[in-house]
């Protein structure tokens, strides 16, 4: 197992760069992790990394054994749940991450609950509005709302959320109410957005009696926090864009009010994404099944304003 433990270590170097990253990743301290890459050194008689100041680079043995590394852990991962399946005992550690409103509302509640029915499956959530690279970084789970594209991984629908423009009153007081969606270019209203490296919605999509329809808005500032954009929002800074879960009870106590309503944002998929492997994982699947009846019920619930 120690050998193993070596190998894991510099699969995850090789993917994060350095070792504080890896050892954060695997909750050991980085001079655990440097001991376990000497001792796998010491072990091949090679050396696998190149050490700079900032980042560690494979070497050329050290690109070649991970090639040959990585699919020795997936191998192993994938007879564990075979074994797991067969046995009816899922067991193990489960990385999940989730934007931060939906996590905090919807997901992270849920993990405590989960932890009592399957007390031997160990859950790391890890909340971020950045577009987390589930492959990199080592995901197993990603709670997503939003556009999907990418192939590499497995889609588990949950639900279709409803989007909604809203504002504060006194914002709309201020600058007046749009009447139709053309009033939302230009600088006659602020739009605030959630940018960070990597979004991909830099418009907001409307539906149109032709159709839906990309209006490229702008705003004064921007943010990568979605629950600080709904703050900016009900202190009348401007309009926002947002499922209309997050925003349902300050619609319902009209601390912000729905515009446009008849021309509404295109609704956005919520949705969980995994790797694409040849045997699906019991516990994710189970952690999939729990979460994805929790989220539905609980957005039901505060749609129904329970």
């Known amino acids: 197992m120690a050998y193993l433990d070596n190998i894991a270590v510099f699969v995850r170097v090789v993917e994060l760069g350095n070792l504080s990253a890896a050892g954060r990743d695997m909750r050991i301290s980085p001079a655990v992790a440097s001991n376990r890459i000497k001792e796998l050194e010491k072990h091949l008689g090679v050396r696998l990394f190149n050490r700079t100041t900032r980042q560690l680079m494979p070497t050329e043995h050290g690109t070649v054994f991970y090639t040959g590394a990585k699919q020795v852990l997936e191998a192993i991962t994938e007879a564990e749940a075979a074994v797991s399946a067969l046995s009816g005992q899922p067991r193990g550690t489960i990385k999940v991450t989730a934007p931060l409103g939906l996590g905090r509302r919807l997901v992270a509640s849920g993990i405590p609950d989960f932890h009592d029915k399957y007390p031997d499956i160990e859950v790391r959530l890890r909340l971020s509005d950045h577009n987390v690279d589930i492959m990199k970084e080592g995901i197993d789970v990603a709670f997503r709302l939003g556009i999907i594209e990418d192939s590499s991984l497995r889609m588990r629908g949950i639900m279709e959320c409803e989007r909604v423009l809203v504002a504060a009153p006194k914002y709309l007081e201020a600058r007046g109410e749009p009447a139709e969606p053309q009033e939302l270019i230009g600088k006659k209203h602020d739009c605030l957005m959630l940018r960070y490296a990597g979004a991909r919605e830099y418009v907001w999509t409307l539906q149109t009696p032709a159709g839906p329809q990309k209006f490229e808005v702008h705003g004064p500032y921007d943010t990568d926090d979605g629950d600080v954009l709904t703050g900016w929002a009900l202190s009348g800074r401007g309009i926002i864009n947002k499922p209309r879960f997050e925003v349902e009870p300050f619609i319902r ?5 729905v515009i446009l309503a008849k021309t509404p944002p295109t609704p956005v998929q ?10 699906q994982d019991p516990k994710v699947r189970l952690l999939l099944d729990f979460m994805a009846e929790r989220c539905q019920r609980l957005i039901k619930d505060i749609l129904a304003g329970k």
């Open 253 to 257: 106590d009209e601390r912000l009010k």
């Open 270 to 279: 919520f949705a969980a994404v995994y790797p694409h492997k040849k045997l």
